[in-house]
Each structure stands twice: as structure tokens, then as C-alpha cells.
């Protein structure tokens, strides 16, 4: 679809000067015009049925408050479905959304950036039978841009405004403008797929797409991370154990109270207040709060609460440890003092892998994930041949056109590695 035979409402803006490139049209409003918001049981079924009743992919897309509210759930989900129109629903009031699910049982599902709406949308029990990435698809067609509103200007020849994407979409009731937007976000899945699809197919690319689409779609859920509190930015200027400790009693003291509160973490105070009265270790009210760094919403109303966490840190004997063993490999700027030969197979394959990335328009990083590549080239097979290095690959998650595309060169790499150049 162009924007000239686009039934949408588009509006041009004037050049700025004489001679500057023409604006492009800004896609404005919905051609149904905005939805109203379905936010009861009887609602939500009219909506199945409708959904149910239409055509083609559904686009799928979903608004959350990352923050503003504690955790990642969604707080608006839109689709739209050929023949059924777009629907915009608040899950807040609702919880279960599986009537939508089964409405759309056996239907393509057209998300854009697919990774991050997926977890908010299983909470509500939703999930694709079969999906399509308009973000992950730009990547491998080679797009130059891949956020939604360059890739709609690239393909569609016309502009998506975002004004909103880092609005507090708890907010109820929910501002027009917001609806506008958040329906046009749904609006024009289905043609960007089309086009996608065409310069997929143009490149022999499309079943590349089609296989990182359904490994996305079959991933296992990601375990529970152990020690989270790890996480803390600006955690690694620490060296001292029970600072560490301090770390860990505010961080789950933090997230407790964000939970119980419904508001997001960092909203209480910061990553770098929490690191700033780790470092200082004060003993009494007046001490924390005159701590350089430490500041946040909550920094002063529930200093003693803080403070009572420092306390904690400064008397416990369950000392965290400094640094937690990883089977990860280490750095690579470590690799040449620490495994020669190590260094040489990394150095000398990655700039073969970049080439084939060339040859076939796509990031190198989509080609192979960089952390399958480190691990294979610190660990290799004991035998080192073709069918090795496949299922090591393999083994690691690595999808078969990778491998297709990776495994020969890899292994070639390995065998016969170029001299190790030291860089200065």
C-alpha cells in the first residue's frame, strides 16, 4: 500500500526551506477512525467474535508502563484484523484475555520488535500459533532503520508519529491523542508485512525469517535470574563484600516496596542511590541523606527503612561474593594474553563472517549471535570439522540457516586461523 491509495487520513507538512526534500505524509488517524476501549466482559467477547470473523494476520501490539508501575504487564493491547477492524483492550479490568486467543487460533500474529511484547501478552493468555517480526524481518531484508516508524517510511512512503511511546499508559481514563496513536500502531502491520515479505522473498531470505520467527515463537520461558540485585547499575565500583551486602538488602528492599506500591523501582530511588549509600555505609538518618548521590522520591520519606537495610548489611555473616563463577568466556580483550590460540580463531573469524553478512545485506549479529561465536571459538569441538562445529552450533541455540550460512566458515577458520595480530 502507498500513501496515495492509502484510505487512511495523511497529512503533509511544507518544506522548511525552498529546495529541502518534501516532507513525507503523516499518517494521522485510523481509517476506522479511533476505537473506543474495551474494558468489560461483554466487550471483550464482541471483540472475539469480530476478530474471529476476520481475514488474514491479525496485528498484535501492546503498551505497557515500564517506568511508571511495577513490572512489565501490558496496560493496552491493540489488533487488528482484515474484516474486523481494530480493537483497542484494557487488560487492567479484564486480567484473561485467552477468548482472544482462541478468536485468533491458527491466525499469523504481526508484531513489530515481537521480544518484548510477547512476555506481557502471555500473562494475559495470549500467544501466536504463528508469528511474523516486522522489526526482526527489516534487520534481514537490511533495512538501514528498523524502529516501526522508519521502516513504515522506507516501505510505505509515509510517516508514523511516536510521540506517546514513553507515555504512563496506566493512566485511565486514557487521553485520545494516546488511542490515536496506539491504534495507528496496529493500522498498518498487515501491508508492512506484504512489502517485507517481497524483499524477503527478492533475496532468498524469507524462510531465513521464517525460522528466527518460529524460534521466537517456541523459546522457552527465561529462568528466574539468580541474584538480581547484581544487576544494579554502577554495582562494579564496589569491592568491598559488605557493601555488596548493603547492595543486596536495599535492592530487595527496593523491589519488595515497588511491588507492594504497584510503582516502578527506580521511582523509589535510583540504581546510583542505592550504589552511593553502599559505598558510604552510614550509620544514622542524617548521614544517609547528606550522602552524595543519594536522592529519589523516596529517599527522604523512608530513609529509615534504608538506613535499617545498611544496618542489616553492616551485622549479617552471609557475605555475598564478589564475583560469581560464569561458564561464560572471558572478555576477548583478554584472549591473546590468556589463550593464543583462542584469540587467533576469534580474530580471524569474525571478519570472514562479516563478509558473508555482507554478501547476503544483513547484520553480522543476526547472522550469528556474537556469544554463540565467542563460545565456540574459547571452546571448539576436540575434532574440529564440519559436522563438529554444526552441532556445537546447534547446541547452542544456533538456527539451522546460521548454520547453513556459518558452519563451513567457521570451521575453515579454526583449522587454518591467520597469524595473531596483538592490537596496540
Known amino acids: 500500500m502507498t500513501a496515495q491509495t492509502s484510505g487512511n487520513a495523511l497529512s503533509e507538512s511544507p ?31 464482541r471483540a472475539a467474535r469480530a476478530l474471529a470473523a476476520g481475514t488474514g494476520p491479525a496485528g498484535v501490539d501492546a503498551e505497557r508502563a515500564s ?22 483492550i484494557d487488560p487492567e479490568p479484564l486480567r484473561d484475555l485467552s477468548i482472544i486467543n482462541e478468536a ?50 522506507h516501505l ?17 481514563p486514557l487521553p485520545e491523542p494516546w488511542l490515536r496513536y496506539a ?9 508492512l508485512r506484504e512489502e517485507l515479505v517481497k524483499l524477503l522473498e527478492a533475496d532468498g531470505k524469507l524462510a531465513f525469517a521464517e525460522e528466527e520467527f518460529e524460534a521466537i515463537r517456541t523459546a522457552d520461558p527465561a529462568p528466574p535470574r539468580t541474584d538480581p540485585w547484581r544487576r544494579t547499575s554502577g554495582m562494579h565500583q564496589l569491592r568491598d563484600r559488605r557493601q555488596l551486602a548493603a547492595v543486596r538488602e536495599l535492592w530487595t528492599e527496593r523491589e519488595q516496596l515497588a511491588e507492594r506500591r504497584d510503582t516502578a523501582p527506580g521511582r523509589l530511588i535510583p540504581d546510583s542511590a542505592i550504589v552511593a549509600a553502599a559505598r558510604a555505609m552510614p550509620h544514622t538518618v ?20 534504608w538506613l535499617r537495610c545498611i544496618a542489616a548489611a553492616r551485622d549479617t ?39 558473508v553478512a555482507e554478501r547476503l545485506n544483513l547484520p553480522v549479529e543476526n547472522l550469528l549471535t556474537p556469544d554463540h561465536l565467542r563460545r565456540v571459538a574459547w571452546r571448539p569441538p576436540s575434532e ?41
Request: glycine share 6%; aromatic share 6%; charged share 25%.
Open 104 to 153: 485468533l487460533s491458527g491466525v499469523e500474529w504481526i508484531l513489530h520488535a515481537a521480544t518484548q511484547d510477547l512476555p506481557c501478552l502471555s500473562e494475559l493468555g495470549m500467544w501466536p500459533d504463528k508469528l511474523f517480526d516486522t522489526e526482526l524481518a527489516a534487520r534481514l531484508a537490511g533495512l538501514p532503520r528498523v524502529g516501526l516508524a522508519a521502516v513504515i517510511e
Open 317 to 355: 555473616k552471609d557475605l555475598p561474593a564478589l564475583h560469581v563463577p560464569t561458564h561464560a568466556p572471558p572478555p576477548p580483550r583478554v584472549w591473546a594474553r590468556n589463550d593464543p590460540a583462542a584469540a587467533a580463531r576469534l580474530q580471524t573469524a569474525k571478519p570472514r563472517l562479516a563478509a
Open 183 to 191: 491504534a495507528l500502531d496496529v493500522e498498518v502491520l498487515a501491508e
Open 286 to 305: 542524617p548521614q544517609l541523606l547528606g550522602t552524595p548521590g543519594f536522592h529519589g522520591r523516596a529517599a527522604q520519606r523512608e530513609a529509615p527503612r
Open 384 to 424: 574440529i570439522n564440519l559436522d563438529t562445529i554444526s552441532a556445537a552450533l546447534r547446541d547452542l541455540g544456533a538456527r539451522e540457516w546460521q548454520i547453513d550460512q556459518t558452519a563451513a566458515v567457521l570451521t575453515v577458520a579454526f583449522l587454518d586461523p591467520d597469524p595473531l595480530v596483538e592490537k596496540e
Open 67 to 88: 517506568g511508571f508501575r511495577y513490572g512489565q504487564r501490558a496496560f493496552l493491547v491493540q489488533i487488528r484484523r482484515e474484516g474486523a477492524g481494530t480493537w483497542l
Open 15 to 45: 518544506a522548511d526551506e525552498p529546495g529541502a526534500a518534501v516532507p513525507l505524509p503523516v499518517l494521522e488517524t485510523p481509517r476506522d477512525g479511533v476505537p473506543l476501549v474495551i474494558d468489560t466482559q461483554s466487550g471483550l467477547e
Open 156 to 172: 510505505l512512503g509515509f510517516s508514523l508519529a511516536k510521540e506517546h511511546s514513553a507515555a504512563d499508559w496506566s493512566t485511565r
